[in-house]
């Protein structure tokens, strides 16, 4: 009875998740973590610090104080860089507390995000989080700053283990649609709605719908374990994405490489390393 209810709260936050207006948006491809991406960017049902930007809810999947550090680089451009750190630490009862901080760009026009996440087990199966967010835009012409703005906005998501090997989850960024400097240029906003099963530990199977001011995209990830090895592989949709990589742990730290197509541009490389203390 427990797990049928757990599941009808889920099935519902999802449906209203999914209804909700999509915006335009700033501050885009923040998440970072490295292997949901190379699982075709599933993160919102994944678990632990790397994916705590695609869901808060992931943060309570931890065990003990963790670092995670990463970098995204668009299409092989340094410029278009993105880095991050990721730190999480448990409190009191089933809940944990984390830190996250991106910085992207250059000298003439950067975006700097921090996000705080309180994330904890609300009862049987179930996971919440709540995530507020600043965010920063500074630009300039070269020699003189034209100036900058900041916001905050509010992340928060759901997971729920509905039955021994599958978990449904749910998360929305930007949940206020809130906006930043002069032009009201929104936040950007995310409606995620996914399903994994891993029948057995490390064979993951993720599958999730994803919404934002682009449409609707589906996405598909895949996660094989190889002896010491995880092999990623993925796809998405708008545009259509082929995404992969590999995962191990060295010494008690992980490290994570991603690889992502594009139908005209060069790939998408990025790079993890985490551990847990």
Request: a negative charge; proline letters at 4%; aromatic letters at 8%.
């Amino acid at each position: 009875m427990k797990t049928t209810g757990c599941l009808r709260r889920a099935v519902l936050l999802a449906v209203v998740i999914l209804s909700s207006p999509a915006a335009l948006a700033a501050f885009e491809e923040l998440e970072l973590g490295v292997a949901d991406q190379a699982m075709g960017g599933t993160g919102v049902a994944g678990t632990g610090l790397p994916s705590v930007l695609s869901n808060p809810s992931c943060l309570a999947h931890g065990g003990g104080t963790s670092a995670y550090a990463s970098s995204r680089l668009p299409f092989t451009v340094l410029d278009l860089a993105t880095h991050g750190l990721d730190v999480s630490t448990p409190l009191a009862g089933n809940w944990a507390a984390g830190l996250s901080m991106r910085a992207f760009g250059s000298g003439d026009y950067s975006e700097m995000l921090v996000a705080l996440t309180a994330s904890g087990r609300l009862g049987r199966g179930m996971y919440f989080g709540i995530q507020p967010v600043f965010g920063r835009v500074d630009i300039a012409d070269g020699q003189s700053s034209y100036g900058g703005a900041s916001a905050f906005s509010l992340n928060a998501g759901m997971q729920a283990e509905v039955y021994s090997r599958w978990m449904l989850a749910a998360s929305v960024r930007n949940l206020f649609e809130s906006r930043i400097g002069e032009s009201s240029e929104s936040f950007h906003r995310n409606l995620d709605v996914g399903l994994a099963y891993e029948p057995s530990a490390g064979l993951v199977t993720r599958f999730v719908l994803s919404r934002d001011y682009r449409g609707m995209r589906i996405r598909f990830g895949q996660a094989v374990p190889v002896g010491p090895v995880s092999v990623l592989a993925g796809v998405r949709t708008d545009p259509a994405v082929i995404t992969a990589g590999l995962s191990t742990s060295v010494s008690g730290i992980e490290f994570q490489y991603g690889i992502e197509s594009h139908p005209d541009l060069s790939p998408t490389h990025q790079f993890g390393v985490g551990y847990a203390f």
